[in-house]
């Protein structure tokens, strides 16, 4: 099975700037690819970027292109979102997720098969 755990969560006002950590177990067995979602009241597991473990190709939604980047440290066993440029929009809960498809990495979130618990982002 694989584990995720998310942390880097919390408040900073717009303009500012945070790095999400999700620590992963067994990824490397398990999955093709991992990738990060945010979820509000108003729109559930919005896509925004992926990451193809084996040669570090990425994804990045058209809504958050130019503000985050997405990477791995694969000998932490470790994926990371850096966000820039922060907006009061970018207000959700955040979350990590991977997928065992060998075929496909983006950011359609039921292609997508196992999740963390999420972190927080309040930007104000």
């Known amino acids: 099975h694989v584990q995720l755990v998310e942390s880097g969560g919390g408040s900073v006002q717009a303009g500012g700037s945070l790095r999400l950590s999700c620590a992963v177990a067994?990824?490397?067995?398990?999955?093709?690819?991992l990738g990060w979602f945010r979820r509000t009241d108003e729109q559930e597991r919005e896509g925004l970027a992926a990451?193809?473990?084996?040669?570090?190709?990425?994804y990045t939604a058209d809504s958050v292109q130019g503000r985050f980047t997405i990477s791995q440290d694969n000998a932490k066993n470790t994926l990371y979102l850096q966000m820039n440029s922060l907006k009061p929009e970018d207000t959700a809960m955040y979350y990590c997720?991977?997928?065992?498809?060998?075929?496909?990495?983006?950011?359609?979130?039921?292609?997508?098969?196992?999740w963390g618990q999420g972190t927080q982002v309040t930007v104000s």
């Open positions: 997720a991977a997928s065992v498809s060998p075929w496909y990495c983006g950011g359609v979130a039921t292609t997508y098969n196992y």
């Open positions: 067994g990824y490397t067995s398990r999955s093709n690819c």
């Open positions: 990451i193809v473990i084996r040669d570090g190709r990425t």
